[in-house]
């Protein structure tokens, strides 16, 4: 069962606790030959490439990479009502959640005749990466898609790894919720292959390059979007899925350890943090953890997960130092059951996405917050932010400049061109002055 570590009477530096903290060992890395190779011959051999990637990781020849749309139609419909009416509600809610997220446009003046105008832009054309492994994830189509309409993209392309039980095509229910969000051009090809097809095109596919590549997926999807970056933007490069709970002796036990069991029946990778000062809910979760474990349907990977080094409960002294070990971590989910929640988001630097209380499950972030649900993990959102609309959006800054705004700087920018030895800079703005003014 789940490691226990007690760092209580510890005065430990920033540096001592991101050694501390549980973490899996996924080096992108050690993939990234493989990822690589994979790539190359998808730029050599296009769909070809892809189909032996196929038949070599997903035991299935897709007779088409490229859906029909006669298949996305009949996913629609084929659609369990309950599933089809959740995801309407998903779509409704994170669309809404999504566009509080775009940036209005902003006028600076800085001066009679002088403006910087703020705009955004959205970015051409991205492709989605929807992965197929042990779970089906409809939500990651609705999380995925919704911020980039949202944001305007006017192009848009997903893929997803062929299903063996659907003779080679999408999981129907990964199809249905696409189709529902109107996208059009789907292709049934996973892995680093897909990665590369995405970022480098498949001509023969009528798949054009994209711009940005968003989603999450395995070790050797990581290691292919870093080594596509470059040639195209990247979200991220996602890993196993975190959750970090900071709780008190206020906090119910059965729901602390429903929650860490939550997430970690997502992977054996999966990782799993209770932070608490309270040593005898550390003796109520270990508990309510063997229960729950043992009872849930996929507890081969719940256990799998909970007793690897990435999950530990961590009893620690107060509250505050729980909040900087947490802001350590940098976890991807942070759920706050104290008593008093907004005060202990007030020491919080660092989450992917935070759940204040005891009525706000990672589960809801998961499907029906309306918040997006593909965050940062493996200490990211120390420096980097979940999905949204701003995924899909470039800053641009708009110069606007009269004459009589140029004149006001003009001696400035001759002072510290000439101070760079780069007279030439000068010499542009004083050759607006040298010349008649045109009516």
Not at 22 to 39: F, K
Not at 116 to 145: H, I, L, T
Not at 189 to 194: R, V
Not at 343 to 354: C, K, M, Q, R, S
Request: net charge negative; charged share 20%.
């Amino acid at each position: 069962m789940i490691q226990t570590l007690d760092l209580r009477g510890r005065r430990l530096s920033r540096a001592e606790l991101l050694t501390l903290v549980p973490r899996a060992q996924t080096d992108v890395a050690v993939a990234s030959e493989a990822a690589a190779q994979l790539i190359a011959e998808v730029r050599a051999n296009g769909e070809e490439a892809l189909l032996a990637q196929a038949e070599r990781f997903d035991r299935v020849r897709p007779a088409s990479i490229r859906v029909d749309p006669a298949d996305i139609a009949a996913a629609i419909a084929g659609l369990d009502p309950a599933v089809r009416a959740a995801i309407d509600e998903a779509i409704r809610r994170v669309r809404l959640a999504s566009e509080a997220q775009v940036p209005p446009p902003a006028v600076t003046t800085l001066g009679p005749g002088a403006h910087v105008v703020q705009r955004w832009q959205p970015v051409d054309r991205v492709g989605f990466y929807v992965p197929g492994g042990k779970a089906v994830y409809p939500s990651s189509v609705v999380m995925s898609v919704v911020p980039a309409q949202v944001a305007r993209v006017s192009s848009v392309v997903l893929v997803s790894p062929p299903q063996a039980e659907f003779g080679g095509g999408v999981h129907p229910t990964i199809l249905g919720a696409a189709g529902i969000l109107g996208v059009e051009e789907i292709y049934a090809m996973g892995g680093a292959g897909a990665i590369g097809a995405l970022a480098y095109g498949v001509p023969t596919l009528g798949l054009d390059p994209v711009d940005l590549i968003t989603g999450p997926g395995n070790i050797y999807v990581a290691a292919a979007k870093r080594i596509v970056r470059g040639a195209v933007g990247i979200d991220s490069e996602a890993g196993p899925t975190e959750i970090l709970v900071i709780a008190d002796a206020t906090a119910d036990p059965r729901i602390v350890a429903a929650d860490l069991i939550s997430q970690a029946e997502h992977d054996e990778l999966a990782a799993a943090v209770l932070v608490t000062d309270s040593p005898e809910l550390v003796e109520a979760v270990l508990a309510e953890l063997e229960r729950q474990a043992a009872a849930t349907s996929s507890s081969t990977r719940v256990l799998a997960a909970l007793d690897a080094r990435q999950s530990a409960i961590v009893l620690v002294d107060d509250i505050a130092a729980a909040a900087a070990l947490s802001n350590a971590y940098g976890p991807e989910h942070l759920s706050l059951q104290t008593a008093d929640p907004d005060a202990t988001l007030d020491l919080i630097t660092n989450a992917g996405a935070i759940f204040l209380g005891h009525d706000a499950p990672v589960s809801l972030g998961d499907y029906l917050a309306g918040s997006n649900h593909v965050l940062p993990t493996g200490g990211q959102s120390r420096f980097a932010s979940g999905l949204g609309a701003t995924t899909f959006l470039r800053s641009q800054q708009l110069i606007r400049y009269d004459r009589e705004g140029l004149e006001g700087v003009r001696a400035d920018i001759r002072a510290l061109s000439d101070a760079e030895q780069l007279p030439a800079h000068g010499d542009a703005v004083d050759a607006r002055f040298d010349s008649p003014v045109s009516d």
